[in-house]
């Protein structure tokens, strides 16, 4: 009995001392993770830090590339290269240190632009959203937004003043006392002087678009009298696709394949705005224009058009566009104008006693002054067009050739 009681402890004796031994092994093993997580939390922080300070100094000077080396933070040090890429973004390199490891983030960055708006209106002029108009994607105006009847949107909608009259719908949400300026200088022509092309002493300019990846273009000029016609590869003409006629008038048409800008600059034009002395700046969209590839179906359509005044972009008013064969127009682009968009003659034509149709649009248009399509009235009594507007999201990360900047910097992508 003796015997057996001094096995029964001597055996509980190494049970105890095993599950005392396996006990402080856990909690070494918890020691140690938790001594590994720190560090790799604070390597982490500090390389991420690196990131995010390069990021906000790039908000504040959209020059800045200095960089940063060495620099002690929370027990660890980041070092920082900015280097501009293809595209005009930028790519941020923060690697940080920390108890002899290293990590890095990788940032890049692109100029916000105004591409990101399926419509921008720095003036809402009055002109009201009426019932049969809808928009898919996100709506800005720098003063009130009107309605008449139930117009409805699909995107968020921003609006520095805020709302008033009929009953709009909002289905991606509304908010007011944002504000955001347009630009006060076109910088489709700086990129068009570097790779692109730039064209002065031409009055008014023809450019239809072939489906494939040409446009035909004729230039004329009254004074001396000088009229040329050629077509040629989009690519062979504008390598980087900024296209800018200085002073003059153009009008498009047609299909469109690959990525381009075309853009007027008016011959006396100070900040940007229209002037009563001023030759050029307008653009007339002539019949519809479309992509070869549709975004709609082809996500992946590599397929970009940018029409870029500084007056207006006017649907003109012809056969093309005013038919009951057609109902409207379709119109695949991102427009961009320092005065408005409009269809010419919105108050008097009509198909069959009412509105031509509707403008079919996938892009976006951002407009200083919002130019008026259509009166309202319903049908049977309203006459231009209806607005189906429907937002290229292409757009938020690729915008077309020298297309206008908001003059900020936002954040494409962050690898760690």
């Known amino acids: 009995m003796g015997r057996t009681a001094i096995y029964m402890v001597i055996g509980f004796s190494t049970i105890f001392l095993f599950i005392g031994k396996s006990y402080y092994d856990i909690k070494l093993q918890a020691l140690d993770n938790s001594l590994n997580y720190y560090e790799r939390s604070q390597l982490y922080n500090v390389a991420s830090a690196g990131a995010n300070i390069a990021c906000s100094q790039l908000f504040q000077d959209n020059n800045w590339r200095a960089g940063y080396s060495d620099i002690s933070f929370n027990g660890g040090k980041f070092s920082v290269t900015v280097t501009d890429t293809t595209e005009r973004r930028v790519n941020i390199v923060s690697v940080g240190t920390f108890q002899g490891t290293t990590q890095v983030v990788r940032v890049l960055m692109q100029p916000s632009n105004f591409g990101k708006f399926a419509v921008f ?12 108009d809808t928009v898919w994607g996100p709506y800005h105006t720098n003063s009130k937004l009107e309605a008449t009847g139930s117009p409805v949107f699909y995107g968020k909608v921003s609006a520095l003043e805020g709302k008033s ?3 709009p719908k909002f289905y991606g949400g509304f908010t007011s006392g944002v504000s955001l ?8 022509s700086d990129s068009a002087k570097v790779n692109g092309k730039y064209i002065d002493n031409i009055d008014t300019v023809w450019a239809s678009f072939n489906s494939n990846g040409t446009v035909s273009i004729r230039q004329k ?11 040629t590869l989009i690519n062979a003409f504008a390598p980087n696709g900024a296209v800018t006629y200085y002073g003059a008038v153009i009008r498009v048409k047609g299909t469109v394949n690959g990525r381009v800008t075309f853009s007027t600059v008016g011959d006396s034009t100070s900040a940007g705005f229209s002037s009563s ?14 992509y070869n590839s549709n975004p709609k179906t082809n996500p992946n359509s590599t397929d970009m058009l940018g029409l870029v005044g500084t007056d207006s972009v006017i649907i003109s008013n012809n056969t ?14 991102a427009i961009f104008t320092l005065k408005s968009f409009s269809a010419q003659d919105y108050s008097t034509i009509k198909v069959g006693g009412s509105y031509v149709g509707n403008i079919r649009l996938v892009g976006g248009i951002t407009q200083n002054e919002r130019g008026a399509v259509a009166t309202s009235g319903g049908w049977g009594g309203g006459s231009g067009f209806l607005k189906s507007y429907f937002y290229d999201e292409r757009l938020l990360v690729t915008p077309p050739p020298g297309y206008p900047l908001t003059g900020g910097f936002e954040i494409v992508s962050w690898f760690e």
């Open 320 to 333: 093309n566009n005013v038919t009951p064969t057609k109902k409207g127009i379709d119109l695949q682009a």
């Open 181 to 188: 300026p347009l630009p006060q200088k076109i910088i489709t």
């Open 221 to 231: 000029k009254s004074v001396p009298l000088k009229d040329t016609s050629f077509t």
């Open 277 to 290: 002395n001023k030759k050029g700046g307008k653009i007339f969209i002539d019949s519809s224009i479309v």
């Open 165 to 167: 009259g009929g009953t």
């Open 121 to 132: 209106n720095g003036d809402e002029k009055g002109v009201k959203w009426a019932s049969g």
